[in-house]
C-alpha cells in the first residue's frame, strides 16, 4: 500500500469520531470541547505545531483525488480530523491543480525569492482565521520579520482593502458569489425595502498611538519637535460595534490587546439584543431584525449561529472576501481612522472619551449615508461582474 493510500483510509477513519492524538479535551476556538492534548494551548504554537503534520496534506490530497473527489470536499475532510482551518481551500485548490497538469511529485519546492524562514502555508492559515492580523501581528506570531511576511502576502496575491486582507485576484467562484448576492440583494430591496431593517457591525483594532513619525524642516542648530516613537510590540484595544441607519446601537471597548471570540461575540450579542429592545422598540416590535456581519470566524461558528437562530434575527448574506460592501468598513471604520490619526492615548479611558465624542460629532445623516449607500454599492458589483469597487 503507497503512503498517500494508507495516510487516506487513516483519515476515512478518523472521520468519525475526529479524535486527536492523547484522548484529552480542550477547548475549541468556536467554544466547544475537541479532543487532543490537555489545556489549551497560544494559537501560533498549535499553528506551528501543525506545520510538523502538513507534510503529509498532499499525500491525503492526491489520495482523495485518486477517488474523484474535489478539493472543497478534500479540504474539509482534512480539517474534520486536524481542526478547523489545518488547511486553506486556496491551498487544496492549488494542489489539485498541480495534479490536474499531471503533476503527481509531492515536494515542498520553495519558490524563487521567497525567505525560507516561514512557510507561505504558515501565514495563509493566519489570515484565513483573521483577516484583520497586521503584517506586524503576523511577523510576532511566526518569530520572523515583517518584510519576510510582506513578500509573502504580495506572491500570495493578498491585498490590504478597508483594513481586510483579501486576494487581490478574486477567483471566478468568489465573482459568482458576490454577483448572485448583490443582485439577490438588489431586486429583495426592490420588492420590498428593507434597509431600515439592517443592523450592522464588526471590529477595529484602536491603537493607543497613532502619530506617524514624519520629517521636518527647521532652522539651523533648532531641534526638530519630537513625536512619540511606534513600538514594535504597539498597545491598541478592539472595539466592537453595532449600528444602523439612525446611529450606533451598542459599543464595547475590550480589554487591552485582547481579541474576540465566539463565547464573547454571543454574550455580546446579548447585549446588542437589550440595546435593541431599549433603543428600537419599534423594530423589535413591529419588524424583524436583518442582523448583517461579515464572516470571520466568531460569527459563523456554529455556537453563533444558535445564538442568532435563537434570537430570531434574520442574517443577511454577505459573500466572502467583501469589506468593499460592509458599511462598517467602507464607511464608519474610514471615517473613524480619519479622526484618530495623529492622536495619542495614555488609558483605555482617555481612547472610550475620543469615540464617545466621535459618536456624539456624527449627525443623522452621517449614519444613513452608511446604510443607504448599500444598493449602489450592489449594483456596481454587479456590473463590475464580481470585482471590488471604490
Known sequence: MSGFESEGREMEGGEQDGAGETGKEWPSAGGGRRRGRSGPEPRAILILKMEEKKQHFPHIMLYYFKKGKNATETQKKICTVYGEGAVTDRTCQKWFAKFRAGDFSLDHAPRLGRPVEVDSSQIE???????????????????????????????LGYVNRFGVWVPRTLSEKNLLDRISACDSLLKRNENVPFLKQIVTGDEKWILYNNVEQKGSWGEQNELPPTTPKASLHPKKVMLCIWWDWKGVLYYE??????????????????????????????????????????????????????????????????????????????????????????????????????????????????????????????????????????
Open 125 to 155: 492559515t493566519l489570515i484565513e482565521n483573521n483577516q484583520r492580523y497586521t503584517t506586524r501581528e503576523i511577523a510576532d506570531i511566526l518569530k520572523v520579520s515583517k518584510s519576510s511576511v510582506e513578500n509573502h502576502l504580495h506572491q
Open 253 to 390: 471597548l475590550l480589554p487591552e490587546n485582547q481579541t474576540i471570540n465566539s463565547n464573547k461575540y454571543c454574550s455580546q450579542l446579548d447585549q446588542l439584543k437589550a440595546a435593541l429592545d431599549e433603543k428600537r422598540p419599534e423594530l423589535v416590535n413591529r419588524e424583524r431584525i436583518i442582523f448583517h456581519q461579515d464572516n470571520a470566524r466568531p460569527h459563523v461558528s456554529l455556537m453563533t449561529r444558535q445564538k442568532l437562530l435563537q434570537l430570531g434575527w434574520e442574517v443577511l448574506i454577505h459573500p466572502p472576501y467583501s469589506p468593499d460592501i460592509a458599511p462598517s468598513d467602507f464607511h464608519l471604520f474610514r471615517s473613524l481612522q480619519n479622526s484618530l490619526n495623529g492622536k495619542s492615548f495614555n488609558s483605555l479611558e482617555d481612547c472610550k472619551r475620543h469615540l464617545d465624542q466621535f459618536f456624539a460629532q456624527k449627525d443623522k445623516k452621517f449614519w444613513e449615508d452608511g446604510i443607504m449607500k448599500l444598493p449602489e454599492k450592489w449594483q456596481k458589483v454587479v456590473e463590475q461582474n464580481g470585482e471590488y469597487v471604490q
